[in-house]
């Protein structure tokens, strides 16, 4: 079992950043890949980012390439989404979600991809 909590949201005008934060728990946390998503109101959840369960491989979809970073400290059980530049359709409520042992394709960009997630963290990005 993984349980996951994001924290980090808020309101932020455009152009500025915001840095979420997931702390995880659980024995299988570290040998996980994690994701970020993102739903917006009226919108399916969306994939964002990706970054392996070394840190070592990271995925990003092209809307926020450049202005995002997803990165994990493993000593602290905790992903981070670094987001930078900010534009109002970046709000949105974002999850993070642990992904299933073993792997699977390539890359991570499906719900189906993922086993657990938390329950989400709002940002809003006025213009």
């Known amino acids: 079992q993984v349980q996951l909590e994001e924290s980090g949201g808020g309101l932020v005008q455009a152009g500025g950043s915001l840095r979420l934060s997931c702390a995880g728990s659980?024995?299988?946390?570290?040998?996980?890949?994690m994701g970020w998503f993102r739903q917006a109101p009226g919108k399916e959840r969306e994939f964002v980012a990706y970054i392996g369960a070394s840190g070592g491989s990271t995925y990003y979809v092209d809307s926020v390439k450049g202005r995002f970073t997803i990165s994990r400290d493993n000593a602290k059980n905790t992903v981070y989404l670094q987001m930078n530049s900010l534009k109002p359709e970046d709000t949105a409520v974002y999850y993070c979600?642990?992904?299933?042992?073993?792997?699977?394709?390539?890359?991570?960009?499906?719900?189906?991809?993922?086993?657990?997630w938390g329950q989400g963290t709002q940002v809003t990005v006025s213009s």
């Open positions: 659980g024995r299988t946390f570290l040998s996980r890949g």
């Open positions: 979600l642990g992904r299933g042992l073993g792997g699977g394709n390539w890359p991570p960009i499906f719900l189906r991809d993922y086993e657990y």
